[in-house]
């Protein structure tokens, strides 16, 4: 009887665990819906992995929010289109669609875990045509 009890709990904290770290990826999803680079600055890590159709390469947090900036007002945000998301061994993920004023973006973004919190390590923007 012991064994169903410790069995349940652990399952119990197995599926709160994974509920918390898929929320993580449901914020930034969220911050770029709208279109705000200050709510997806929030989970960026330290350095950030940066891929635009003009320009890729790893940047601060700081600079890494100003160009994101720049990419969203120059571009006119209209929404993202969730296609997929999920776990995988070293963290979450999730692809959608950019939508914008001036054409859609395949949009890949990669998480980890850091000090007990999420981070964006990745996000990748690449032009439909």
Same mark, same amino acid.
Request: glycine letters at 14%.
């Given at each position: 009887m012991k064994q169903i009890y410790t069995s349940l709990l652990l399952s119990a904290l197995l599926l709160l665990s994974s509920f918390k770290t898929q929320q993580g990826i449901d914020e930034v999803i969220g911050a770029l819906k709208s279109g705000n680079a200050a709510e997806l600055a929030r989970y960026l890590d330290d350095n950030v992995e940066l891929?635009?159709?003009? +320009?890729?390469?790893?940047?601060?947090?700081?600079?890494a929010q100003v160009i994101i900036k720049d990419f969203f007002s120059n571009n006119?945000? +209209?929404?993202?289109?969730? +296609?997929? +998301?999920?776990?995988?061994?070293? $963290?979450n993920f999730a692809i959608g669609t950019l939508?914008?004023?001036? $054409?859609?973006?395949?949009?890949n973004i990669f998480m980890r875990a850091k000090n007990g919190k999420d981070v964006v390590k990745e996000i990748r923007f690449?032009?439909?045509d």
């Open positions: 891929t635009l159709p003009e +320009k890729s390469d790893s940047y601060s947090k700081a600079q006119g945000v +209209k929404g993202f289109e969730l +296609k997929h +998301k999920g776990n995988s061994p070293s $963290g939508q914008t004023g001036s $054409g859609n973006f395949r949009t690449q032009s439909i």
